[in-house]
């Protein structure tokens, strides 16, 4: 269990699967979770959902924060973090959760004697399973680095990765579960077509991406040794992978994360 007292600025779609993926997990008590908000029903229902406590001001949970997690859009965070810069301790971590926006340019609004981590996570922390890089800055100790890891740990996986890998990462975790939920829905769809309910159809998708993606992480294996394991000669799933050849499912696929990551480095020189 980690003795400490973790802060949220903002809790929204992300703040809301940390927290929900470390109540879960088990590595704090809810208690020592801090959270604001600007809107104050979502600090109530936070509360009431798990035992969180609620704030008044994001300076309160500068206040009381030993790691703070900065969780609102890339356009406001520089501004909310240069008003509450004078609350944090010296020794306060901050940790970073906005697309875009650098460890120089957060070090800007704080201040350059700070310790500062830029994470990039993704939803399915809501459900243990998501896949979070961990970026620390000059400042940042290896225990340090090593906490907000077993955080990320505690709720799916964490990697530490240098900063000029993360517009790969938000392409292929960040930014991701959008497009593998577009990629069920359209299998959902066929399953439909086929005469399938509709919530038999998701249950089954969803199954199918689910138990591929483990087999990748399970067997080591190459993806496509275990693609070639399904397509029997002459059967039914080589003439699907010959249409998704011959409609540009791989090329739309890197295409739509090229933008995606170009999106990110843009992003980067915006902040
Ligand atoms: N949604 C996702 O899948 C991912 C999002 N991110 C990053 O996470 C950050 C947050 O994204 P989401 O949670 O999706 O956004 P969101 O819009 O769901 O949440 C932002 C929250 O911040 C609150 N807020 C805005 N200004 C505030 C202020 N001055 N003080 C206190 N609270 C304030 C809003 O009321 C809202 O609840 C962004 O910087 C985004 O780049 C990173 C990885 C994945
Ligand atoms: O779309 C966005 O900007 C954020 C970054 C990664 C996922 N969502």
């Known amino acids: 269990m980690l003795e400490k007292k973790i802060g949220f600025i903002g809790c929204g779609n992300m703040s809301k699967a940390i927290i929900g993926g470390l109540v879960a997990g088990g590595l704090l008590k809810p208690e020592n979770i801090w959270v604001f908000d600007h809107k104050p029903a979502t600090n109530q229902a936070m509360q009431q959902q798990y035992g969180i406590t609620p704030a008044q001001s994001a300076e309160e949970v500068a206040k009381q924060a030993d790691i703070l997690f900065a969780a609102v859009k890339p356009n406001v965070i520089l501004k909310v973090l240069k008003e509450v810069a004078s609350s944090l301790h010296k020794e306060t971590l901050v940790v970073s959760i906005a697309a875009g926006v650098t460890l120089d340019s957060l070090a800007m609004a704080l201040g350059h004697d700070r310790k500062i981590v830029r994470v990039m996570p993704n939803t399915p922390a809501l459900v243990n399973e998501g896949m979070t890089s961990v970026t620390p800055n000059a400042l940042v100790t290896q225990q340090e680095t090593d906490e907000v890891?077993?955080?990320f740990n505690s709720f799916g996986k964490a990697a530490v990765v240098d900063e000029y890998l993360i517009h790969a990462v938000v392409g292929v975790s960040g930014s991701a579960p959008a497009y593998v939920f577009m990629f069920i829905e359209a299998?959902?769809?066929?399953?439909v077509l086929?005469?399938?309910?509709?919530?038999?159809?998701?249950?089954?998708?969803?199954?199918?991406v689910k138990g591929s993606a483990q087999?990748?992480?399970e067997t080591g294996k190459h993806p496509g040794e275990l693609k070639d394991m399904v397509c029997s000669p002459g059967g039914t799933t080589i003439e699907a992978v010959k249409v998704l050849e011959e409609k540009g499912f791989r090329a739309a696929v890197i295409e739509a994360m090229r933008q995606c990551m170009a999106k990110s480095e843009a992003l980067s020189k915006k902040s």
């Open 149 to 151: 890891v077993a955080i």
């Open 187 to 191: 299998m959902a769809d066929a399953a």
């Open 194 to 208: 086929g005469g399938m309910p509709r919530a038999q159809a998701y249950q089954f998708a969803a199954q199918a």
């Open 215 to 217: 087999m990748v992480l």
